[in-house]
């Protein structure tokens, strides 16, 4: 990254489901109070248990998580 910016805080909705026979991890944010459409669904993160293990072992290695 050229150029990291730190974000506003945004709401977020985290849900887990199983679907097609496997559980799926979903993170979906909302858009900032300032923004013209407030509460607007702004973008979906989907994680299955393969890349939710890709995210924990970078968690862990970057923050020592166990």
């Known amino acids: ?3 990291l910016q730190l974000h506003d ?6 849900f887990v489901q199983d679907y ?4 799926l991890l979903q993170i979906s944010t ?4 300032g923004r013209q459409d407030v ?5 979906t993160i989907q994680l299955d248990e393969v ?15 166990k």
């Open 1 to 3: 990254m050229d150029r």
């Open 9 to 14: 805080e945004v709401e977020s909705k985290l």
């Open 20 to 23: 097609d026979g496997r559980k």
């Open 30 to 33: 909302y858009g900032r109070p």
């Open 39 to 43: 509460g607007k669904l702004s973008q």
């Open 51 to 65: 890349a939710a293990r890709q995210l924990f072992d970078i968690m862990k290695a970057e923050f020592g998580f």
